[in-house]
């Protein structure tokens, strides 16, 4: 009986061993997708979504990175000259809108720009002392006429990528709300050329 319980703990032992040496070295893991979660490809396919068109939409109420629905025109300078001549405006120019642009420049814009657009906001850092006035119509710009020149292509580029000291506000403000402010500083425009 010796003999026996001698050999059986031999060949345990060795099972073990050699089951032991065939491991991969990581142990036996209880979730192992929760350690290594399995690549998958943007467009690929894959076995998590049964219909690949619903696979990558966005959730309900966000949006995209870089998304823009109404503005096709990226960073360049060219792109800021091409989107003053082609891009239009999609919101109607009527009371609501231009008091909800009024409401969303008091908020953003003011601080820099002023109340009335000539650049005498509460910032007075010296970095930022030479503020666009709206109705200057004396120095040429980039789009080659001045700042009461400008057209709504160029404002929305201008809040969407920044110009000059000015930073971008993509992520701050949303395209609708862009385009809101636009018509109020085109208004501020209007009344500062008459």
Partial sequence: MKKM???????????LLIVSCG???????YMPDMYRSPS??????????????NARKPVAGTIARGYLSTFN?????EDYLISGEQAVNPYEYNDDNLDEGKALYSMFCEHCHG??????????????????????????RRTGGTMSDLKAGHIFHAIT????????HASQITE?????IVLYVQKLQKNSNE
């Fill in 5 to 15: 319980k001698a050999k059986l703990i031999i060949i345990c032992s060795i099972y």
């Fill in 23 to 29: 491991n991969d070295g990581r142990g036996y893991e």
């Fill in 40 to 53: 998958l490809e943007t467009y690929g396919k894959n076995s998590i979504f049964s219909d690949s068109s």
């Fill in 73 to 77: 025109y990226g960073e360049s300078l």
């Fill in 115 to 140: 109340a009335n657009g000539a650049g005498e906001g509460s910032i007075k850092h010296p970095i930022y002392s030479a503020i666009p006035h709206y109705n200057d119509n004396k120095q040429i």
């Fill in 161 to 168: 990528y920044g110009l000059n000291a000015m930073g971008p």
């Fill in 176 to 180: 609708e709300e862009r385009w809101k």
